[in-house]
C-alpha cells in the first residue's frame, strides 16, 4: 500500500533513539501514541517522531476495527495525499500549502500496525485546549483549510473519474462498521447518552427543544446516523471523518497583543471515508464552538466555499457546476445532524478531567466500556448548558399526517403514509413506512426478518451498485426504477425502511382486479429489460464485485417451502385452479396440468425457486401489478402509462429473468397478450440489448 516516492525512509545513518515521552492515557483511541527523538551518535543529528502504534489486545481489537482504521490512514497518506498533490502540481498551483505531517514510515504487520510522522511540536505546533471553545480565528482558519481540502476531491472526480472511483474504493466505512454492530458500546453509548440529555430537559422550560430532541430518543439517534454515514449522497467528497480540536495542530505567531494562528495540520485519517463535506464542517462546529460563531453561520459558509471555490478554479475546475453554493446550504440542513450526533459523545470526552481520562488500553469488554465511559466524571453544568445551546438549533420536524394500508395490502409488516413538515418553514415531506411485524407468531410463521433484511440490502447496497456501474460508464439517459429510499433501520423485531411516496408524484397504484393491457405489459418488460441488464453487465466486467452483491441475497421463496402452510396453500390453489376446467372442452388443459396437481406443484415450484441456472441474473422476485406503480399522460382519450416505480424488494433473488416476466403475465395479463408473446418478449429483449 505504500508509495516509497511519498514516505520518506529515515533509516540512513541514524542508529541510536531515545523514547522521550508519551501522551497522556486515553488520548489515543484507536492506538497508543509515542514521541521518540532519534540522534546519530556520530554527529548532531536528530529525527523528532510521533509514532502512532496499534492496541495489541484482542479484546480491544475485537471490539474496534483497528487494523482496519489503520489500512486507513496508511492509504491516505499513501494514495490519497500524494494524488492530491500531483494533480496540484499538474495544473501549476505555486502556493504550495501542506495539511497534515509528513509519514516518514509506517508498518501493516498484523498486531503491530505503525505509522511514524514528524513531530509537530518540534515545529511549534500546538495542539488546542480540548477544554476550551474555539473561537472566530480558529473557526474561520479551520474553514478555510477544509474548503482547499474538499476542492481536491471535486476536481479530481471532475476531470480524473476513473482514477477517483478506483481511490475511494479502497476506504473502509468505520463509521457503517461502529453502527451497525448491534451490541457494540458505540451505540450503546449514544443510546446512554441520549437519555442522559433527557434528564436536562425541564418540562415548561425546554418544551421546545424537546420537541426537536424527540426524534433522538428510543434509538432514534442510532437510526439517524446509520442513515448519514452510509448513504451515497450527491456532491461528496473525500472527508476527513474525525474533525474535533484534538485532530487538528496550530503555529501561531506572537504579536504584541497576544500571538495570532498563522497555520495548521489536520491529523488522524483513521475514519477517512466519502460524503457530503457538512460532515467534517458540522462535527467541528458542533463538537468544539459556542453559539455566538452558530449565530455568524452564514459568514462561516462564505468563508469555507470561498476557500473551496477560489481553490477548485485553480485545479482547472468549476465550483458552481461540481457544487453549488446553494446545493451546500442545502445539504446543510440534512447533513449537520452528523456534527451533533457526534459532539454528544466528544463534548463529554472534552469536559472529563484528565484523571478520568479512560485509557482503552486497559483492555475493557464492550460492557465495561460503555460502564465506564457513562460513569467517567465530567464537568455536567458546562456540558448541560452547551448541549441546551447546540440542541436549538436542530431543525424542527413535526408530524401533519398519518395515514395506514387497508388490511391485507402489508403481508410482512405494516405501511404507513405520514407528512412531515418543518416547524419553521412551509417545506414538508411525504414518506412511507414500511415497518416489519414484531408479533413473534407471525415472525415464527413466516421470514418477516429474512425479507426486509433482503429488502434494506437491496436499497443499500444493490441497487446503488447499479446505479454506480451505469455512472461509471457514462449512460447519460439515467433511468429512476424505484423509489428513493430516504432511511432504513435493521435492530431485529424492529426492521424499518422510510420511502419516498409516490402517490405525491402522481403515481398510482394499478388496479389489482384489471387485467394489464398492452401499454402496461410493454412498459413493464421494457422497465424489466433495462433491470435485469445491471446483473448481466456487472457479472461480465465485474464478476467477483457480482458474488459479492449476489451473496447478501436470502432466497425468501425457499424458506417457504419449507413451511407446511405454503405447501398446503399451492395446493389447495391447484385444486381451485382444476375444478375451473370443464371435461369434455378444456381435455387438452386437463391433461397439461395434470403435473402441477397434488404435491407436485409443490416440488415445482421448490426446483425452480433453488436452482442455480446458467443465464441468471438478479431479479425483482414479487411481480405483480400490485408491487408497481405508475404514472400517466392524458391523451383526450385514455390515459397512457409513461413511467413507473418498482416497489417492494423483499423477495429478491438470483435466478432466470423468466421468473420475474412469467410471474407478472400470469398473474395479472389478458389471453391478448399470451396471442401476442412474441411481441412482448422481442419488446423485452431489445430493451435489455440495447442497455
Known amino acids: ?31 497508543q501514541f509515542f514521541m521518540i527523538t532519534i540522534r546519530d551518535t556520530t554527529d548532531d543529528k536528530q529525527l523528532d517522531i510521533a509514532l502512532k502504534a496499534a492496541f495489541k489486545d484482542d479484546k480491544i481489537r475485537e471490539m474496534v476495527p483497528i487494523r482496519l482504521s489503520f489500512e486507513n490512514e496508511v492509504y491516505f497518506y499513501s ?10 502540481r499538474d ?84 463509521y457503517a462498521k461502529f453502527i451497525s454492530d448491534k451490541n457494540g458500546f458505540f451505540k450503546k453509548y449514544l443510546r446512554e447518552s441520549v437519555n442522559v440529555i433527557k434528564q436536562y430537559l425541564i418540562p415548561g422550560e425546554d418544551d421546545e427543544i424537546i420537541n426537536k430532541f424527540q426524534k433522538y430518543e428510543n434509538d432514534g439517534i442510532n437510526r439517524i446516523l446509520h442513515e448519514i454515514v452510509t448513504e451515497e449522497c450527491d456532491y461528496s467528497s473525500i472527508l476527513h471523518g474525525d474533525c474535533w480540536s484534538n485532530n487538528m495542530m496550530f503555529k501561531y505567531e506572537k504579536t504584541e497583543g497576544g500571538k495570532k494562528l498563522t497555520d495548521m495540520r489536520l491529523l488522524d485519517w483513521q475514519l477517512i471515508k466519502v460524503g457530503s463535506p457538512v460532515c467534517d464542517l458540522s462535527y467541528c462546529l458542533y463538537s468544539g464552538t459556542s453559539k455566538d460563531i452558530f449565530n455568524n453561520l452564514n459568514h462561516y459558509w462564505e468563508i469555507y466555499y470561498e ?23 442545502e445539504q446543510w440542513k440534512k447533513y449537520a445532524k452528523f456534527g451533533m450526533i457526534m459532539a454528544l459523545g466528544i463534548l463529554r470526552v472534552k469536559m472529563t478531567d484528565e484523571s478520568d481520562v479512560i485509557d482503552f488500553s486497559d483492555g475493557f469488554s464492550s460492557e465495561e466500556l460503555n460502564t465506564a465511559l457513562m460513569n467517567a466524571k465530567f464537568d455536567e453544568n458546562r456540558y448541560k448548558n452547551t448541549i441546551k ?8 420536524y413535526i408530524i401533519t399526517e398519518v395515514k ?44 418477516v426478518g429474512t425479507s426486509f433484511q433482503n429488502e434494506i440490502n437491496f436499497y443499500l447496497n444493490v441497487y446503488p451498485k447499479f446505479k454506480k456501474f451505469e455512472k461509471e ?14 432511511m432504513v433501520y435493521e435492530e431485529e423485531k424492529e426492521e424499518m425502511l422510510a420511502l419516498e411516496n409516490l402517490k405525491v408524484l402522481g403515481f398510482e397504484i394499478f388496479d389489482k382486479k384489471a387485467v394489464l393491457d398492452d401499454a402496461h405489459v410493454e412498459l413493464i418488460f421494457k422497465t424489466y429489460g433495462r433491470f435485469h441488464a445491471y446483473s448481466f453487465a456487472l457479472h461480465d466486467q465485474q464478476p467477483e464485485e457480482y458474488s459479492r452483491v449476489v451473496a447478501g441475497l436470502h432466497n425468501v421463496y425457499e424458506e417457504f417451502t419449507r413451511q407446511s402452510f405454503f405447501g398446503d396453500h399451492l395446493q389447495e390453489m391447484s385444486k381451485l385452479a382444476a375444478k375451473s376446467l370443464i371435461p369434455g372442452e378444456d381435455d387438452e388443459v386437463i391433461k397439461k396440468f395434470e403435473k402441477y396437481t397434488g404435491r407436485n406443484i409443490v ?89
Open 1 to 31: 500500500m505504500t508509495d516509497q516516492n511519498q514516505i520518506v525512509d529515515f533509516s540512513d545513518g541514524l542508529d541510536s533513539e531515545e523514547l522521550a515521552e508519551a501522551v497522556n492515557n486515553g488520548e489515543g483511541y484507536l492506538a
Open 79 to 88: 494514495k490519497v495525499y500524494p494524488l492530491f498533490k500531483r494533480l496540484e
Open 91 to 174: 495544473h501549476g498551483v505555486s502556493e504550495d500549502v501542506e495539511f497534515i505531517p509528513k509519514c516518514l514510515k509506517v508498518s501493516m504487520e498484523e498486531k503491530s500496525e505503525m505509522l511514524a510522522l514528524e513531530n509537530l511540536k518540534v515545529s511549534k505546533f500546538e495542539i488546542f485546549d480540548k477544554m476550551c471553545f474555539l473561537d472566530h480565528e480558529h473557526i474561520g482558519f479551520i474553514f478555510k483549510t477544509y474548503g482547499r481540502f474538499h476542492a481536491y476531491s471535486y476536481a479530481l472526480y471532475d476531470q480524473q473519474p476513473e482514477e477517483y472511483e478506483n481511490l475511494v474504493g479502497r476506504f473502509y466505512n468505520v
Open 307 to 329: 476557500s473551496f471555490s477560489s481553490f477548485l478554479k485553480k485545479l482547472g475546475s468549476v465550483p458552481e457546476k461540481l457544487f453549488p453554493f446553494e446545493t451546500f446550504k
Open 389 to 396: 445551546e447546540l440542541l436549538q438549533g436542530i431543525n424542527n
Open 404 to 447: 395506514t394500508n387497508q388490511k391485507g395490502e402489508g403481508y410482512l409488516g405494516d405501511i404507513f403514509m405520514i407528512t412531515v413538515k418543518d416547524a419553521d418553514s412551509d417545506k414538508h415531506l411525504d414518506v412511507i413506512i414500511k415497518a416489519a411485524f414484531m408479533d413473534e407468531k407471525v415472525r415464527g410463521k413466516v421470514p
Open 473 to 486: 460508464r457514462g449512460v447519460s439517459q439515467t433511468v429512476q426504477l424505484v423509489p428513493k429510499c430516504l
Open 603 to 691: 416440488d415445482i415450484f421448490k426446483d425452480i425457486s433453488v436452482e442455480n441456472c446458467d443465464y441468471s441474473a438478479i431479479l425483482h422476485g414479487d411481480c405483480w401489478s400490485n408491487n408497481m406503480l405508475f404514472r400517466y399522460q392524458d391523451e383526450g382519450h385514455g390515459k397512457k402509462p409513461t413511467d413507473i416505480r418498482l416497489i417492494d424488494w423483499q423477495m429478491i433473488k438470483v435466478g432466470s429473468p423468466v421468473c420475474d416476466l412469467s410471474y407478472c403475465l400470469y398473474s395479472g395479463a389478458s389471453k391478448k397478450v399470451f396471442d401476442n408473446l412474441n411481441e412482448y418478449l422481442k419488446v423485452y429483449y431489445d430493451s435489455f440489448s440495447s442497455f
